[in-house]
């Protein structure tokens, strides 16, 4: 199930099974696992492993229901020597950097940047139109709500939630996701409200829940999260 | 790998692999995604739409580890117009409304229904016997226990949890998941205790531990959540 | 696509387009669902189920991006009568136990240790080197970091998540998850923080931030969590 025009370099591997749509561009020495779908126009670099059933370009579903986006999407990019595991959905107009290791059952929306060297830890979910820096660490089962900005060097612990709608539905406003600063780190299961800005070098305790903006160099706890020493 | 004895109507789009068992009926207007898995006789409206790698209408397991079901489960029934993405699990015994949205990753056990236009997000995990109302947001990796209820209009913030089981296993109980009435609104990471009451229109800040019943047109917030000024 | 050197028992019930690779070991009376995939000397007990989707005994990844693994890792193994869900990923080098339950859309690392007769609850993820007991609980959507031990009998509510790394990242130090001795309870969305210890018997409500060890028979509650009556 491989389009006829897609050009197969012979040095990649394809597992069984695969599906490769139409004006796919592949690079050297790639691996793709089996059962796994390409969809049309995505971008892979050379170097690049993708795992089992994993779902690579997908066209974002127009629904009356959700938020309206861009019709003339761009493809997936997939920078070189980028790992992406298994049971991985990414959409169409997302770029992934080089060096970067996608892990097992995440999910990625479109319009969404991750720099080079990032971790995105297994069963991550990010939404649309978040821009993630160079050598992040995101850990196991966060989730990266829409309009997010990660500077470089920042670290999420596992389980991190946020959220970009102040109002939850009840008013239409412009969405802001938080904006994390360079070098941030958030401890395991902490809740990051809508629009929050943490200054470079913070550090949010295990469990806290952000509801204000933190300056620079700031160690926080609690519900709501306050300044504590160490 | 599709039985004999079903219909494909012509107007459908069936992908690679798809294996659709004895008995599924199919309206017109339906797309089936690459390797997905339709049970027997799961029942598809027009215009339904089914991502790639989905499993609908499983039987549910038979294991002396967990609670014992219904062994003359109805089938699956999806109502016209809906959507469901990728990666989905849904189980036999349940039914899902009209033109709602089941995102990606998404997993739902059996004998739950679902209203119309109802948006289910990405890596939701909803257990038995719950129920969902028409029009409600549950938004990214919210996980609903099993017998919970959500009247129309609710909203859920990304990463809500919530629990049934009072005693966690040290008692034999019925156990009774949380009571949502009405236009409710829930911020993202919030945790709601075993058979606990949210009045209409009430609402629970980001991070929240509700463990009380909370009346109508209420805020509140912390841990543990108490009435607070917005 | 099942390597020619594989034994199939007459007694198994193979799926569509399952993809079983060398040395794969296989018991009596198992069943494997469609589409799933067996990497090399898996080895699977009498009487296993394994769902559709599922891939086992994978070897783990080799990025200088993650903790390094050992190269000689042993093969995955599953005992007796144990059920295995759908879009479940298992990697090499882990040992499960018989008769227990490892629900869908789990994901479990490499060097793990689950004992017979636990339950692994839906979307559950563990890392590595953690060992859990037997007639264990761990519910739905669940995060249990690497290097953890839960002792027999431990119940975790769901969504309750941990961290085995102090310093973010900030120092290079030995890793240590949370130890559980027997029969612990935790709340649904508890945090545990890394290398706590909570003694026998002791219950942690939903919730709960865990920034200390807790002896046995204790109930603690709250952000950070501190002893109360029921």
Redesign the interface.
Known sequence: ?IHPNVRIPASASIG??V?IEEGVQLGENIQIG??S?LHAHTIIGSGVRV???S?LG?KP?H????REVDQQISPLRIGSNS?I???V?LYAGSTMGQ???IA??V?IREQVEIGD?T?IG??V?I?LNSRIGKQC?VQ??C?I?GDTILEDHV?L???V???N?KY???VAIAMTGPYLEQSV?I???A?L?PGVRIGARS?VG??A?V?RNIPADTVV????ARERGM
Chains 1, 2, 3 share one sequence.
């Open positions: 199930m069984h099974g599906i089996h059962y779908i795992g089992h059933h779902i997908v579903h629904s009356p229901l959700i790992t595991g298994h049971h959905t060096q970067l290791l097992d059952h999910h060297k971790v297994r069963g979910m939404e660490t196991t089962l989730y709500t670290f612990g596992p389980a939630a946020m959220a709608d939850m539905k009840t780190r401890g395991s299961h809740t409200l550090m295990a469990g829940v509801t706890m609690g519900n709501p």
